[in-house]
């Protein structure tokens, strides 16, 4: 496998971009992502149960819910496609184990959520009147997550891209970065 410098630098800007859109990380974030929020939305996208905690998480306070109709609009763009599809298997019938997409909070920015989906309540033919949604707050495993890629990436860009060939334990040096060819 051979890697360009401009796809590295590709990788390195999508990270930074990444990055600037997350939250600040916060002292209160590990509560927050011990914490689980259930929630009960019919078919028609009205919210009928919000566990409380959920503020802690978006900043909306359950009474917001009760005027609120779906969930998918708030979602990110790039993720909306994904959760709407979801959202129609679920109401299909069939559960939806784990999905990660992000939605915004209270002050505009982005949130990492893990979610799963479940039907509850069914009408006669088996389509879903009620899903069950289980979410929790992941947004600091994606921050170190991103940081990691981040500064491999970066290795990669200083160091040069690995050789062709399986195994060949070569890094072929990008020009400009030093020497020619070698092992790390």
């Known amino acids: 496998m051979h890697l360009e410098r401009s796809e590295i630098e590709h990788q390195i800007e999508r990270l930074h971009r990444l990055l600037a859109e997350l939250r600040p990380a916060r002292r209160s974030e590990a509560r927050r992502a011990s914490l689980v929020v259930t929630d ?3 078919l ?3 919210y009928h149960h919000i566990d409380p ?3 802690e998480i978006l900043g909306y306070p359950p009474s917001h819910y009760q005027t609120e109709i779906g969930w998918v609009r708030f979602n990110h763009p790039e993720d909306r496609w994904r959760t709407a599809i979801l959202w129609e298997k679920a109401l299909a019938g069939d559960p939806c184990p784990l999905v990660e997409y992000r939605t915004y909070n209270t002050e505009g920015q ?5 979610d799963s989906l479940r039907p509850v309540v069914f009408d006669l033919r088996g389509r879903a009147l009620v899903v069950e949604g289980r979410w929790r707050d992941i947004t600091a495993c994606k921050r170190r997550q991103a940081e990691f890629l981040l500064r491999q990436w970066e290795w990669l860009l200083k160091q040069g891209a690995p050789a062709q060939g399986p195994g060949s334990g070569r890094v072929v040096r990008f020009p400009g970065s030093g020497a020619s060819r070698g092992t790390p």
Do not use: S
């Open 40 to 42: 009960r939305i019919d």
């Open 44 to 46: 028609w996208g009205r």
């Open 53 to 55: 905690q959920a503020e």
């Open 110 to 114: 982005w949130v990492w959520l893990q």
